[in-house]
Structure formats: C-alpha cells, structure tokens
C-alpha cells in the first residue's frame, strides 16, 4: 500500500501544479479533458493496494475515491466562481 507519514502538502505546491495543468486541458474538447482526468485518476487509485487483499485494496481504493470526489464537489462553488469572475473582467 502507499502510504506516506509527511505532513500535508502545500496548497500553494497545488496552486502551482494546477496552473502548470490547466494550459495542456484548455481549449480541448470536454471528452478528452475527462478523458485525461479519468486516466489521471485510475492511475492515482491503482497506486493505492494493500499487497495481498485484494477486498482491502477494493476498499480502501472507494474511500480514497469517495473522499476525491467530496473534495471536487467542495471546489465547485470556489472554482465557479473564479470562472465566473473571470469571464466579468474579461467582458469589461
């Protein structure tokens, strides 16, 4: 299983990622932006197993994909509105 005993990451080490990541999606029909996301994803979860359990591996790979997605959903309002923020100033 991966695990790691450090401290939380950043959210400025987040920030910086994100921004690097977001120029290589823009401007790429949605299919192939969820694509990628998906395939980002799978290979985040398939790092995650317990050697030998495979019912643990199963488990433990749900609650990291029900916590992913209570995450996502939170920084949907945030995200929107810094869309929409942008697309204000953008219109001025």
């Known amino acids: 299983m991966t695990t790691t005993t450090e401290s939380p990451p950043d959210p400025r080490e987040i920030d910086r990622l994100v921004e ?17 996301l ?12 317990i050697e ?3 019912k643990k591996t199963a488990k433990l790979r749900e609650q990291l994909l029900r916590d992913h997605m209570q995450l996502v959903r939170k920084l949907i309002p945030v995200n929107e509105a810094m869309i929409l ?4 100033k953008g219109s001025s």
């Open 85 to 88: 923020e942008r697309t204000r």
């Open 20 to 36: 690097q990541i977001m120029p290589i999606l823009a401007g790429h029909h949605e299919a192939i932006q969820s694509g990628v």
């Open 52 to 54: 030998g359990s495979a």
């Open 38 to 49: 998906a395939d980002l994803l799978s290979m985040w979860l398939a790092g995650h197993f």
